[in-house]
């Protein structure tokens, strides 16, 4: 029997392709996230989210085989991480998560991960 991984469930590279792309929209017209990415475009910040979610459900480990471990938190240190930012992230990401009509099942597990990652990667008191 094979087990089917949570990737190949919701529709594979397909689903996190429009997953991430759908966020990115929505950073790109965000006051408070905006000035945390620097680069003009945000197409590589794009790959490596969409990369990192592909490799963290299952899919193939690009991520890992172009930037090594993921050492999410400490990647996070340069930005100043707090309740807005956070709050600023799921809230973009919900609007995503939304945007893909799953399951519940499968909508519940990918929320409440992303949930609780984010919460995760909090490093500022305000
Ligand atoms: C990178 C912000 C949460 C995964 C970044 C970058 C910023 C950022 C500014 C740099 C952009 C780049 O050049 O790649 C935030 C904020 C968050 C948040 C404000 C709010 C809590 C998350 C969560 C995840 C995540 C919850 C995973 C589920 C990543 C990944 C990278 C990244 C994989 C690229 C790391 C690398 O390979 O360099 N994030 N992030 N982030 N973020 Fe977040």
Known sequence: MTETSFYDAV???ETFRRLVHRFYEGVAEDPTLRPLYPE???TGAE???RGFLIQYWGGPNTYSQQRGHPRLRMRHMPFVIGKPERDAWL???R???DSLDLPDELETR???YLVYAAHS???SPT
């Open 95 to 97: 609007d995503a998560v």
């Open 110 to 112: 990918l929320w409440d």
């Open 47 to 49: 790959d490596r989210l």
């Open 91 to 93: 809230k973009h990401m």
């Open 11 to 13: 529709g594979g590279e």
């Open 121 to 123: 990667l909090v490093n």
């Open 40 to 42: 003009s475009d945000l």
